[in-house]
């Protein structure tokens, strides 16, 4: 029989900050900021200037920052996306890891069961969206950690294989273009001879 936990009881979980709320042209603190695009994009980092201290607000290794709004987005931060400020759409999950894996966790809540808990807890017409409270209440299967860290080494596995096997279609692509290419070359310059 499997165990159900609260997300709450095996991870802490903070709301990112209202950016607009504590921009200060004149504060002497800066912070880079979190952005979904930085992330899948590699652009440029925008700035928030403050006087206050959100340093807790600072993205670490290990957590997962959870997109409120749909469609959600969980992303893993690895030591490339550290010290980054987390803006209010997003949530901070730092899980105990003495009891639970991000990687687990990333897993499990993009799985179709997880989805599914996710999608009954959204609230909203126009624009549907969970509460932190209700993320906090989700129920996460309590496994043990060994099991979870062999559960991450098949996910990085698989996720090697895919890159392996993406950058094999791209590289076939590419030679069949470029024997289509080489056709239609030949065929021009027959055309010309003619």
């Known amino acids: 029989m499997v165990i159900y936990m609260k997300l709450c009881q095996m991870a802490e979980i903070s709301m990112g900050i209202l950016l607009s709320r504590e921009q200060n042209k004149e504060g002497l603190r800066q912070y880079k900021l979190f952005d979904i695009k930085n992330c899948e994009e590699n652009s440029k980092y925008g700035i928030l200037y403050t006087d206050k201290d959100f340093d807790n607000k600072l993205t670490k290794e290990n957590d997962l920052l959870f997109r409120l709004v749909y469609p959600n987005k969980l992303v893993y931060i690895d030591k ?41 807890e959204m609230r ?64 021009e310059e027959d055309v010309k001879s003619k």
């Open 80 to 120: 490339k996306k550290e010290n980054l400020l987390v803006p209010s759409q997003f949530c901070i999950i730092r899980t105990n890891r003495e009891i639970l894996n991000p990687i687990f966790l990333k897993w499990y809540l993009e799985s179709k069961i997880g989805m599914e808990k996710i999608m009954l």
């Open 124 to 187: 909203g017409s126009s624009i549907q969206k969970i509460s932190v409270a209700s993320l906090k209440n989700i129920e996460i299967p309590e496994i043990q950690i060994e099991k979870q860290r062999n559960i991450e080494d098949l996910i990085n596995l698989w996720k090697k294989e895919k890159e392996t096997l993406e950058s094999l279609i791209k590289s076939k692509e590419k030679l069949y273009n470029s024997i289509i290419e080489e056709i239609a070359i030949e065929r």
